[in-house]
């Protein structure tokens, strides 16, 4: 300790010694009075003390304060914050003349606190500086013997939605060879069971500069909690370090316990070790399971801004991609070889039950301007996806409520989707972009048949291009989706349609299509297909469908509904030359989106002399949609000889 620092403890240990001393000599009232002014000026609440004892006559003066009461705010309506029966505290005067503040006896009896946050970040119990600026860790005066008895809390916080009613106990225990001090807390958080146990070494044992080790083990709101740790320099909450164990139901309930802000997940378990300095935590060697994914990595939370800004570095070397459908509001898949919690089951049965596709989790906009954030995940390999998939990347960023994905990027061996969301939760409801692009995706790998013995055949060959753009307002996927405005185009330049198409589809497609998938022909080449939608308020309008095989010109129209979940689209095949075969008018695809039906369509065939003008009108658009998805397709000899040939069909003498 410095010179300076030494003479200001001895003089303000001198002062507080006649101070003491000259409260011995007048009437109890003044100091009572005296002391709840002062108590109450540094809350900034209205303080009452019943009664006042001083005991100065020592080393370790003593005062032992009566029925101490914080009386709410006006805003917090009739009653009190705080009531304390008994406060007994001693202080070692030795130690204050070195400089340091320690209390050899701490007492309370009865506390019962009744605790209250708005919205807005006003607490009951004292007054903020700022409502919005973080809480700072308490740094506490060595306590070297506490006693709680019989204490009772309630604690109401808007903020973090938490309701929570406990009991809580702490004494010396001399139990066994390792005396220590025991912590208890136990009642409801948000009508779960909540549970507190903090262990430690014996109070007695604590010395100024010295590191105090400690468990904790917490239990509410579906999570479990057990820290191993020490704090730094004792009863110092700004500094310490622990090997930390979590699991639960979701990530996500952890805002009610640490404020942080976190997306909802599948069950998980981790362990991390979480070092605590005065303006940040840190988050080192993180490891274990979200899902049926594994997770390892390292970050940050930053506690210096407005707001928590959290950095994560993620690695998975196993991504199951169902359980990032729980970001989305949605359960992630069911089955004897899936991890799903109990909300989620019942909320993937409800969806099932009411064919449901598009998930109606509300979003949390209050969250997303709670913290601001930058989290990278990457995966290397994939479990349980029939898809090809070799690497996914994707990058976050929040800053001040406005989300942005980019890049999100899945690498398949012979193609890529990539693409960006941003969501601006400063409108209300927010306002959700997507822009996704689609290069080579390989359809063999979408559209398979699994026979019985389990061989898998592919439906459909070839590789799709394509480009998503929508951009909607609302609360969940589900109302976003219902309100989109934007497009949809798709590409195949070159592929096949195989015939085990029509055993998958349970119908022969293939036949009421007119291609020619019979006797020892597998399957029917398709030189170019281009589908485009239109999305206005929620409704896909299928305003181009062109697929072009040697023999048929495949053509469809009709809506795909997202508000109301339902499509309803018809297909056509239209021979290209006259046959003496019969060719059926096409398929139809109604129902819910979830779980269409696929029909054949009766007679309803254009006249021959009417194709050419039917195919003029699909000469521009096609043209148009290729440059749209990829300015190189329009050079595609596949699509570019449909364009010509359609071209020569329309201007052909009928």
Request: include cysteine.
């Amino acid at each position: 300790m410095n010179t300076a620092l030494r003479r200001s403890a001895i003089v303000i240990g001198l002062l507080i010694g006649l101070v003491l001393i000259a409260l011995l000599l007048i009437e109890a009232n003044p100091p009572r009075a005296w002391l709840a002014e002062r108590t109450g000026q540094s809350l900034g609440r209205e303080v009452e003390i019943a009664g006042l004892d001083i005991d100065a006559l020592s080393w370790h003066p003593n005062v032992t304060i009566a029925e101490l009461r914080v009386l709410n705010p006006e805003w917090a309506g009739a009653g009190e914050a705080v009531r304390i029966g008994t406060l007994d505290v001693s202080v070692d005067l030795l130690e204050l003349l070195r400089g340091r503040l320690v209390l050899p006896q701490v007492r309370i009896e009865k506390p019962t606190l009744t605790l209250v946050r708005e919205d807005s970040g006003r607490i009951n119990a004292f007054e903020r500086k700022s409502a919005t600026a973080p809480s700072k860790p308490l740094d506490l005066p060595v306590i070297q013997a506490l006693a709680v008895h019989d204490g009772r809390l309630e604690l109401k916080d808007a903020v973090r939605e938490i309701h929570l009613q406990a009991a809580f106990e702490a004494h010396e225990s001399g139990e066994g060879d390792s005396p220590g001090f025991i912590l208890t807390g136990e009642g409801e958080m948000n009508e779960q069971p909540f549970e507190l146990q903090l262990a430690s070494d014996a109070l007695a044992n604590v010395t100024p500069g010295n590191p105090w080790p400690f468990a904790l083990y917490v239990a509410a709101v579906d999570t479990q909690l057990v820290a191993l740790g020490r704090i730094e320099e004792a009863f110092d909450l700004a500094r310490f370090e622990a090997n930390l164990d979590v699991a639960g139901q979701n990530l996500a309930a952890l805002y009610e316990l640490t404020g942080l802000a976190l997306p909802d997940t599948p069950p998980y378990s981790l362990r991390t070790v979480l070092a605590r300095a005065p303006d940040h935590y840190s988050i080192e060697g993180l490891d274990g399971r979200v899902g049926d994914s594994d997770l390892r990595g390292k970050g940050t939370v930053d506690l210096a801004g407005a707001r928590p800004y959290l950095t994560a570095d993620l690695k998975s070397k196993t991504l199951d991609l169902d359980d990032l459908r729980t970001v989305l509001g949605a359960p992630p898949a069911r089955g004897p070889d899936e991890t799903i919690s109990a909300e989620q089951e019942a909320m993937a049965r409800r969806m099932a039950e009411r064919d449901e596709l598009l998930p109606r989790a509300r979003l949390d906009t209050a969250k997303l301007h709670s913290l601001d954030a930058s989290v990278r995940l990457e995966a290397a390999d994939f479990r349980a996806t029939k898809l090809p998939i070799r690497a996914f990347r994707v990058e976050v960023e929040l800053q001040d409520g406005e989300l942005n994905v980019e890049p999100l990027v899945v690498d398949l061996e012979s193609g890529r989707a990539a693409g960006r969301v941003r969501l601006d939760a400063g409108e209300d409801p927010p306002r959700t972009a997507l822009d996704l692009s689609l290069s080579k995706v390989p359809l063999e790998s979408l559209v398979r048949y699994t026979r019985e013995e389990g061989d898998a055949e592919p439906a459909l060959e070839g590789l799709l291009e394509g480009r998503v753009k929508l951009e909607g307002q609302g609360n969940s996927v589900y109302e976003t989706a219902g309100a989109a405005d934007g497009e949809i185009t798709l590409v195949v330049p070159q592929g096949a349609v195989r015939r085990v198409f029509a055993e998958l589809t349970g119908i022969d497609v293939a036949e009421a299509l007119g291609l020619l998938l019979s006797g020892d022909t597998q399957q029917t080449g398709v030189r170019c297909a281009v589908a485009h939608f239109a999305a206005t308020d929620g409704t896909l309008a299928l305003e181009t469908m062109v697929l072009d095989t040697e023999d048929v010109l495949i053509t469809g129209n009709g809506k795909i509904a997202l508000g109301t979940e339902q499509m309803d689209l018809e297909i056509e095949g239209r021979p290209k030359k006259p046959r003496l075969i019969r060719v059926r008018s096409g398929i139809t695809l109604r129902g819910p989106l979830r779980d269409p039906e696929l029909g054949i369509e009766e007679e309803n065939l254009l006249a021959q002399g009417a194709i050419g003008a039917a195919l003029a009108t699909l000469v521009a658009p096609v043209a148009a949609l290729l440059a749209v998805v990829d300015p190189g397709l329009a050079d595609d000899e596949n699509c570019s000889a449909l364009i010509a040939e359609n071209r020569r069909e329309a201007t052909s003498p009928n």
